[in-house]
Structure formats: structure tokens, C-alpha cells
């Protein structure tokens, strides 16, 4: 027996890859040979069994399609290893088990209850796991010793991924309201104003007559701002504008916006590319909302001057969150990036009036890889191309036959 190495290849990749999905639920016996490899029959109950370990792990596609070309891949994985005298102990394979389980944040015992549930058996889980560990150590044995990543490969990889360049933005932006069951309506007013727009000076004025947004009075405009302050759903849009043009208008919750991109530039040492947002929005009475947030505004200094504010009041009324800042919702995101910290603005939004207040914005610090780290993940691409192609000769080479 042979010691295997640890993951040079990600199983779902070699194991899964992209595959296809339905099953149709055949009648006939359960143990009769479905195809032969070289031989090697695979029976109508493993097909069935991986198929339905398929539909737990939510695989898209033809499943009968897709079992029976990982079983026959499966036993071509499982022949290479017993050439090279391969194979795995009891105590790999349930390690192995443990790992993918986790995956799931389940333990390995739970998965496989999980799966028996759902009618899989035990062994047909091990067989999986077998196959996949058997198979990282034949790439293993078969490709490192003469792949090598050369010291130009890591520099390249290191200026590919270097952390220092950001971007930053100048937009434009026209925030309408959207109340519900008027969402179509305020959609159609959104690309009529868009079709009219045809300069920044038109993109202004219509802002002015049109958005509910604090920066309607300046037609719009807001400040350069590091791309990564923007939510995600936004930073993709703006990033898709050519200088001048004005985005599709865009859905934000309980509101529609319209962006327009007045600049954009790659600066060396901006900053991070990610940021992490702390942001409080407490629930004010929609018919007093504005003169309540003023009110507010004279009461507090920062986030956490809201606690003393909402106490003994229900706590859906203040709500506190750190996230992302690609995570938070485009609604909110927008209207925090115009923000500096312990700065509010407020806003109706459904039933109720949203005094928003921005608490922090955080740069996150990247971690530059080492170089030892940069070639492991260079060697794991190429395993991983390397199995690929190596799977795909000893198919080509097998015979293959359905019974």
C-alpha cells in the first residue's frame, strides 16, 4: 500500500466536473450489467446509486448521462491506480469521507446518514471517495516529477494578482422610488428619462427634477470613489459604461437607479480592492419620518448613540450590520457611499422612513501569497489539466460497451 499525498486535485473537479440530468426510472434488474470497461461491468444499481448522490449534491443535467460516465471514468481511475500498484488503506478512505462531509459542515457519519436517507448506501459514498483519492495519487506519481514552475511563472503570476492597483470611479447617479406595486411603472419612467439623456449636462438636469437621492441638488453628482465601495451588483454596471453613458436603469430595492460613468482610473497604491462596511439603519414612522430624522440627527454623534436610542423598543426597529461592501444591498450601498463616517441620510423605503448612518468603512488589507504558495497553486492548475487530458486518453484507449 501506498501513502497518498494530500489534495493536489479538488475531487469535485476530477470526480463531477461539469455535468449533465433526469433520471427515467428503468425497471429491469438492479444488479444487471449496465456497460462494460474493459471488461469491468457497472451495474444498473450503481447507476442508479450515483445518480441519486447526484441529485443531493443538486448536479444539473442528464443524471443518467452524468452517473454513468463518472462510473466509467471511476473504474479507468481505479485500473491506472492498480497498475502503479496504488491503492488506498481504510483509514485514508475515511479520512477521505470526513473531508468531503465537511464540505458540507456535516461530520462524516452525519453525510452518510444523510445519504441513506435519500437511499444511498454506504459503500457507494466510499467508492466515490476511493476513486477520487487513488486518482490524486496516479497524477501525482505521473506528472510532478516532471512539471516544473519555473521562477518567471511565479514573478508573472505575483504581477497578475499584484494587490497594489485599484480602481476608482466618478458616476453620476438618478434614484427614483419605487413603491410596491408600482415597480413597473417607475421601470418605464427610468428608460424614458434614459432615452432622453444624452449628455452629463442632461444627465444633471434630470436628476434634478427626478431623483429622491441627497445628491439631486447637485444633478447627481458624486465624488471619486474607490470602486470598491461600491456593492457588487453596482461596481459591475458602472464597470460595463463607457465614458458618458448612462447604465440600464437598475432595480435596488424599493427604488430604481440610473448611473452615468463621468470617470474612471487605475491607480497604483489607491488602496485595497475590498472594504468592509459597518452600517446602522434604525426605522422611523413613514408620515414623520424627515422631521423624526432630523430630530435624530441633533440627538446623536454615532452608530452606537442609536442603542440608547432604540431601547426598549422592538428590535427590528435597529438594525446593525458589518459587511462587505460588495455585499450590501445596492440600495443601501448606494446610499452609504457618498458617506464619511458617523454621517447620515434618511429615505422612505416601503411602510417606514430609513435613517441610515455609516459607522466605518475598512479597508481590507490583502495578504501578498508567498512564492511557495503562488507555485503550489501553479502546480495544482497544472495537475488539474494534466488529469483532465490523462482521463480523457484512458477513455479513448478503453473499450467501452453497453450491455
Known amino acids: 500500500m501506498m501513502r497518498l499525498t494530500p489534495l493536489f486535485v479538488v475531487l469535485s473537479v476530477l470526480m463531477l466536473g461539469s455535468v449533465p440530468s433526469q433520471t427515467h426510472g428503468q425497471t429491469q434488474n438492479l444488479f444487471a450489467p449496465r456497460v462494460y470497461v474493459n471488461d469491468r461491468a457497472i451495474t444498473e444499481f450503481e447507476v442508479q446509486q450515483r445518480v441519486q448522490m447526484l441529485q443531493l449534491f443538486n448536479t444539473p443535467g442528464d443524471l443518467e448521462t452524468a452517473a454513468t460516465k463518472a462510473l466509467i471514468e471511476d473504474r479507468l481511475r481505479m485500473a491506472a491506480a492498480k497498475s502503479l500498484n496504488i491503492a488506498a488503506t481504510p483509514d485514508q478512505i475515511k479520512a477521505g469521507m470526513e473531508e468531503f462531509a465537511a464540505r458540507a459542515e456535516?461530520?462524516?457519519?452525519?453525510?452518510?446518514?444523510?445519504?441513506?436517507?435519500?437511499g444511498v448506501s454506504p459503500q457507494t459514498f466510499r467508492d466515490f471517495v476511493e476513486a477520487g483519492l487513488v486518482w490524486r495519487e496516479v497524477i501525482r506519481q505521473r506528472y510532478v516529477p516532471k512539471t516544473v514552475i519555473s521562477p518567471a511563472e511565479i514573478d508573472r503570476a505575483i504581477a497578475a494578482s499584484n494587490g497594489n492597483a485599484a480602481l476608482r470611479v466618478l458616476i453620476s447617479e438618478l434614484v427614483i422610488p419605487a413603491p410596491p406595486g408600482q415597480e413597473e411603472a417607475v421601470l418605464a419612467r427610468a428608460n424614458r428619462l434614459r432615452a432622453q439623456i444624452t449628455s452629463e449636462a442632461g444627465f444633471a438636469a434630470a436628476?434634478?427634477?427626478?431623483?429622491?437621492?441627497?445628491?439631486?441638488?447637485?444633478?447627481?453628482?458624486?465624488?471619486?470613489?474607490?470602486?470598491?465601495?461600491l456593492p457588487a451588483a453596482l461596481?459591475?454596471?458602472?464597470?460595463?459604461?463607457?465614458?458618458?453613458?448612462?447604465?440600464?436603469?437598475?432595480?435596488?430595492g424599493g427604488a430604481v437607479g440610473l448611473f452615468q460613468l463621468r470617470g474612471l482610473e487605475e491607480i497604483d497604491g489607491l488602496g485595497p480592492k475590498s472594504v468592509t462596511i459597518d452600517y446602522a439603519q434604525y426605522l422611523l414612522p413613514a408620515a414623520t419620518g424627515a422631521a423624526d430624522a432630523a430630530t435624530l440627527r441633533t440627538k446623536i454623534d454615532t452608530c452606537d448613540d442609536l442603542y440608547g436610542i432604540a431601547k426598549g423598543q422592538p428590535a427590528d426597529r435597529l438594525l446593525r450590520e458589518t459587511l462587505p461592501a460588495a455585499e450590501v444591498p445596492s440600495n443601501i450601498g448606494l446610499a452609504l457611499v457618498d458617506l464619511d463616517p458617523n454621517e447620515s441620510v434618511d429615505f422612505a423605503s416601503g411602510g417606514a422612513h430609513v435613517f441610515l448612518m455609516l459607522c466605518s468603512r475598512t479597508p481590507v488589507q490583502e495578504v501578498a501569497p508567498t512564492r511557495d504558495e503562488v507555485h503550489e497553486r501553479l502546480l495544482n492548475q497544472r495537475l488539474a489539466t494534466e488529469a483532465q487530458n490523462y482521463i480523457e486518453e484512458l477513455r479513448f484507449n478503453a473499450i467501452i460497451r453497453e450491455s
Open 235 to 252: 461596481a459591475s454596471v458602472v464597470l460595463g459604461l463607457a465614458q458618458g453613458e448612462v447604465s440600464q436603469p437598475v432595480v435596488m
Open 207 to 229: 436628476a434634478r427634477s427626478n431623483s429622491a437621492s441627497a445628491t439631486a441638488g447637485r444633478g447627481g453628482r458624486l465624488d471619486w470613489m474607490p470602486l470598491a465601495n
Open 106 to 118: 456535516l461530520t462524516g457519519e452525519q453525510f452518510i446518514q444523510a445519504l441513506g436517507q435519500a
